[in-house]
């Protein structure tokens, strides 16, 4: 059973920087592409950044001067690189993966992670 999971929450100070992970389990499970999102206390969840399955990257308006999405295909994990942080990115992140079992796609949501960035 395929699953994805995400890592590198934590708090950190006004200005920190975090990089999330995103990971696929399960058999011969391999991502391809790959969105992360957020969803801040009491609000929607919202689209923060996206790598293809070519590695072409996309972000949410006003994003992709503090953040960036990669890839490392040797251990087939995305990650987010966030610096600056400022206290309204935070949030749970959340990785949405579309993930090849060996059979089928499939896409899939991470459980989260928390960031939090204090004041």
């Known amino acids: 059973q395929v699953q994805v999971m995400e890592s590198g929450g934590g708090v950190v100070p006004t200005g920190g920087s975090l990089t999330l992970s995103c990971t696929a389990s399960?058999?011969?499970?391999?991502?391809?592409?790959v969105e992360w999102h957020r969803q801040p206390p009491g609000k929607e969840r919202v689209n923060v950044a996206r790598i293809s399955s070519g590695d072409h990257t996309t972000y949410a308006d006003g994003m992709k001067e503090r953040f960036t999405i990669y890839r490392d295909l040797a251990k087939d994990t995305v990650y987010l690189q966030m610096f600056g942080l400022q206290p309204d990115d935070s949030g749970i992140y959340y990785c949405?993966?579309?993930?090849?079992?060996?059979?089928?796609?499939?896409?899939?949501w991470g459980q989260g992670t928390q960031v939090t960035v204090s004041f």
């Open positions: 949405y993966a579309q993930v090849f079992d060996g059979y089928k796609m499939s896409s899939y």
């Open positions: 399960g058999g011969v499970a391999k991502m391809y592409a």
